[in-house]
């Protein structure tokens, strides 16, 4: 069975920092595209970064750049986010997901078809 199962979530204040970890169970993450996105309350769901099995990053959200960093690590078949000065506007639930394929650029994040099941994010004071 393939899953990804995603840790990491929790309360911050604003300007905090939080890392979330996603590990992949039944399949290796080496020939995929792994991504991260996000459902914030009575919103669409929405891409923040993706990462290329050869290491390309595309920030899908401009809101996040020079904050958020996105990296894996193919030995423990894991994708990490590293969010730092976070935001109220950063809370949200955020999935990890996979794409198949080797690819330079990532895809478009509704390409990703295999899904975590969420970690919550909350931002406040």
């Known amino acids: 069975q393939l899953q990804l199962v995603e840790s990491g979530g929790g309360s911050v204040q604003p300007g905090g920092s939080l890392r979330l970890a996603c590990e992949a169970s039944?399949?290796?993450?080496?020939?995929?595209?792994l991504g991260w996105l996000r459902q914030a309350p009575g919103k669409e769901r929405e891409g923040v970064l993706c990462?290329?099995?050869?290491?390309?990053?595309?920030y899908y959200r401009d809101s996040v750049k020079g904050r958020f960093t996105i990296s894996r690590d193919n030995a423990k078949n894991t994708v990490y986010l590293q969010m730092n000065s976070l935001k109220p506007e950063d809370t949200a639930v955020y999935y990890c997901?996979?794409?198949?394929?080797?690819?330079?650029?990532?895809?478009?994040?509704?390409?990703?078809?295999?899904w975590g099941q969420g970690t919550q994010v909350n931002v406040s004071s």
């Open positions: 039944g399949f290796t993450l080496d020939r995929y595209a």
């Open positions: 990462i290329t099995s050869t290491g390309g990053i595309t």
């Open positions: 997901a996979a794409d198949y394929g080797v690819y330079e650029v990532c895809p478009e994040w509704v390409r990703f078809g295999l």
